[in-house]
């Protein structure tokens, strides 16, 4: 157990609809990072919270939302779903927003939007 | 816009033998790299790491290899076991003060018994 909870693991939809992700980050982590992988692909950078705020920003779709709670756990809000939105979302988190650091990742939540 | 490849999307090794995983960037301002090995259903999980002050960086069976003029990363697994099979991601980021990682689209490792 990383220490990175994301709920739920699996999800299945039908496309048009909207789904929100959890993920609580690691007891004392601020940032939390969300990264999408999709078949054959690396993980793509999302978005990036920092004790609330949000910190940086990827290529993420308009239809795709996300913020960060004041517990800090935070949600990813991913509306208007297309099934190229299939993918394996990760959450992860780290102590600061800089620094010679590495994340650590939860364990995913695959979407298959049908 | 791919900044961190890894050109090979496989690898199969004897058990023993070495195991060696590229990785490639295009962004002279990486100064900062890790390699994350995934298992199924798990995320993935921190390796190893490097700083563009260095060159070689070990830890115990892994070894990470930095040639910044070419612009590559290596990962060296010396010897391989089969509990090594995994999928492996290198990533890099540029600037102290700040932490987004860019990724490679990962190599799969099998080390065969």
């Known amino acids: 157990d990383s220490g990175v909870t994301q709920t739920p693991k699996h999800l299945i939809t039908a496309t048009g609809q909207r789904v929100t992700l959890r993920c609580s980050p690691r007891s004392g982590d601020l940032s939390v990072y969300w990264y999408q992988q999709s078949l054959d692909q690396g993980l793509q950078f999302l978005i990036q919270?920092?004790?609330?705020?949000?910190?940086a920003k990827g290529n993420i779709l308009e239809r795709f939302s996300a913020q960060q709670f004041p517990d800090l756990h935070s949600e990813l809000n991913l509306s208007s779903l297309e099934l190229g939105d299939s993918a394996l979302y990760f959450c992860a988190s780290s102590t600061q927003t800089g620094g010679n650091v590495g994340y650590t990742f939860g364990s995913g939540t695959r979407l298959t939007v049908v | 816009d791919q900044q961190v490849k890894q050109n090979s999307p496989s690898l199969s090794v004897q058990e023993g033998r070495i195991s060696i995983l590229n990785c490639d960037y295009t962004n002279s301002m990486f100064d900062y790299f890790l390699w994350y090995k995934k298992y199924p259903a798990e995320g993935p999980t921190f390796l190893i790491s490097?700083?563009?002050?260095?060159d070689k960086n070990e830890d115990g069976r892994f070894t990470v290899f930095l040639n910044k003029s070419a612009k590559h990363l290596s990962l060296h697994i010396v010897p391989s076991q089969p509990g090594d099979s995994a999928v492996y991601f290198c990533a890099a980021k540029a600037g102290y003060n700040f932490n987004k990682f860019y990724f490679g689209s990962g190599t799969k490792l099998n080390v065969k018994p």
């Open positions: 919270y920092y004790n609330g705020e949000e910190r």
């Open positions: 490097i700083s563009s002050i260095k």
